[in-house]
């Protein structure tokens, strides 16, 4: 996308039209982060009625993160190519339809299918919606935007927790993933609502699609020349038709894009041992499932905090820096969750951790999404979504393993810190080689 247009976008006010795609954006990931969060809700219920041992618990919590992996990867590259409105309404109709039928399954071998499925949609949805918003969002609240938007993962985790206390023991596990066909219910609302890449719409070179765009994104731009400012040869690559992962690893771009997915890696790690088995871990150590599940109230409810105040200090700041000291955060308060600390003291290393965890991760797609270029926002973002998933299943597969070996409860958790120290490492790395690149280029210049 040109200069002169990208300019547009940056220097535009915040509107309705922003607003609106805000939260369309926020909505489908408010169901994604439900979709996602349930399953370490109902796990409790689960292991008890099925039998299940921890290892084979957190094997069954990966079968999402396994079907997230290659959704993230796939539909991430996908669209680059056929948009990123057909992308999300794809992935909506894998997450929501899937979910919705988890609620049937009988036996574990239906429930791991019906959650690989899901995890496809889950996955491949998160990079093409974060890489919407960070393409229309104004430059000076761009993190902030992002960061909202993604908080809507955490406010499905709080309402999977929330409806989990009040369903599961009247309506049983099943109950929980009905509410999920609702985003499915509501997709033709969705499509008719959601804005097309402006990105892809010049590709395809549909210019009355991007000049009604322009027309909502600055109401008062009537004299923009589309014969000309619209004209993309000068300002994209010529291989920007033809999107991979070869172009994450030119020359300038492949240590960043190395030490992104470690930070995905490590980061997502982190977040779903805890959303998996922080209920679990909890519950054996004493406390009742309903104060267990408070406890992952307490996170999400951190989560939104630490992403949006993270996003504020990063568009007025230096974003990887942000996220290095919010994972030396991460290191220290999983660390205090696990010790026998007062209870106050507990629920507030709960709530850091959640802000320097699942908000780290929201903070780390907006970095990504700020890192790459446009033509190639959705790969890039699809690719260290994609490797961050490993992490994901390598979480779950971890507590479980952790818990059968019957650890106390403070060693539990020291692990679960470790990676939080990889990241922060990661990151002021990325910070440091970033500094570098744009200093040795504003000297060229």
């Not at 030396?328 to 850091?352: E, F, H, K, N, Q």
Request: charged fraction near 10%; aromatic fraction near 10%.
């Amino acid at each position: 996308m040109n200069s002169a247009l990208t300019a547009l976008i940056d220097n535009a006010k915040f509107n309705r039209f922003h607003l609106r795609t805000l939260l369309l954006c926020a909505l489908i990931i408010i169901f994604d982060g439900y979709d996602l969060v349930v399953y370490g809700v109902v796990l409790p219920v689960l292991m008890q009625e099925w039998g299940l041992t921890p290892v084979q618990a957190g094997a069954l919590g990966s079968y999402a993160l396994f079907g997230m992996m290659i959704g993230a990867i796939v539909f991430g590259q996908l669209a680059d190519r056929i948009g990123r409105r057909l992308s999300i309404a794809i992935c909506i109709v894998l997450f929501s339809g899937f979910t919705f039928i988890n609620g049937f399954a009988t036996n574990v071998t239906e429930f791991g299918i019906c959650r690989f499925i899901a995890g496809l949609g889950i996955g491949g949805v998160m990079p093409n919606v974060v890489a919407l918003m960070n393409e229309y969002a104004p430059k000076k609240m761009r993190g902030t935007l992002v960061a909202i938007m993604f908080s809507g993962y955490s406010v499905g985790g709080m309402m999977a927790a929330w409806l989990g206390m009040q369903m599961i023991p009247q309506f049983g596990w099943q109950s929980v993933f009905y509410i999920a066909i609702l985003p499915l219910v509501l997709l033709p609302v969705i499509l008719l609502l959601l804005p097309e890449s402006l990105a892809f719409l010049l590709r395809q070179n549909k210019v009355g699609a991007v000049r009604e765009i322009i027309t909502k994104i600055a109401p008062k731009t009537t004299t923009f020349d589309m014969s000309v400012k619209m004209d993309t040869s000068a300002s994209e690559p010529a291989i920007a038709d033809k999107p991979g992962v070869k172009q994450l690893f030119t020359a300038d771009k492949a240590l960043p894009s190395v030490l992104l997915w470690c930070a995905f890696f490590c980061c997502l790690l982190m977040v779903y041992a805890l959303t998996s088995w922080l209920p679990k871990l909890m519950n054996n150590a004493g406390f009742s499932l309903g104060s267990s599940l408070q406890f992952l109230l307490v996170l999400n409810v951190g989560a939104i905090a630490g992403a949006i105040f993270g996003g504020w200090l990063g568009d007025r700041s230096n974003l990887p820096r942000v996220l290095t000291y919010f994972f030396i955060a991460a290191a220290v308060s999983i660390t205090l969750m696990g010790l026998d600390v007062p209870m106050v003291v507990r629920y507030l290393a709960i709530a850091i951790a959640g802000a320097a965890t699942i908000g780290s991760q929201i903070l780390l797609y907006a970095c990504a999404a700020q890192y790459y270029p446009l033509h190639i926002r959705s790969t890039g973002l699809g690719w260290a979504s994609g490797i961050g998933r490993n992490g994901a299943i390598v979480g779950p597969l971890l507590g479980g393993y952790l818990l059968s070996e019957q650890l106390a409860l403070h060693l539990n958790f020291m692990v679960f810190a470790v990676p939080g120290i990889i990241c922060a490492i990661a990151m002021a790395v990325f910070n440091l080689y970033q500094s570098r690149t744009n200093s040795q280029l504003s000297q060229l210049a």
